[in-house]
């Protein structure tokens, strides 16, 4: 019997491989077996990060920065898996900006009144 890769003869009828190219004889060539790996679809998780910059500039500076400090926290804990974490981080990033906005939109409203009132004292005393 012949190697059907190089045609050499055998030494016997029951070798395993051809002793001239090392082919495998009485089975199938082996196929190396790729497995497809499918990576999850990525989650995005909105950061409220904007939110949190424009409500510690124009409204309440300590609540903005605790609204940044959430929304910091967010890509890290999407980028470590944890979207759980990352989507909580986010709500509170959002609940801590909206609140800045609306407390600082009260106290300027309030603001202006005691303006309001004390210019118009001040021209009512003459």
Known sequence: MN???CNQPLPSETSA?????GARIGAAPVQPQVQVVQSAPVQT????????????????LPLGIVSIVYAAQVSGLVAGG??????????????WGILSVV???????????????AAFAAANLD
Do not use: D, Y
């Open 17 to 21: 491989f051809c002793p001239g190219c």
């Open 45 to 60: 998780v909105p950061s409220h990060l904007a939110l949190g910059i424009i409500s510690t500039l124009c409204c309440c």
């Open 82 to 95: 944890n979207i759980a974490a990352a989507q909580e981080a986010s709500r509170k990033a959002k609940f």
């Open 103 to 117: 407390l600082g939109a009260v106290s300027t409203v309030i603001a202006v009144l005691i303006q309001g009132i």
């Open 3 to 5: 190697c059907p890769n």
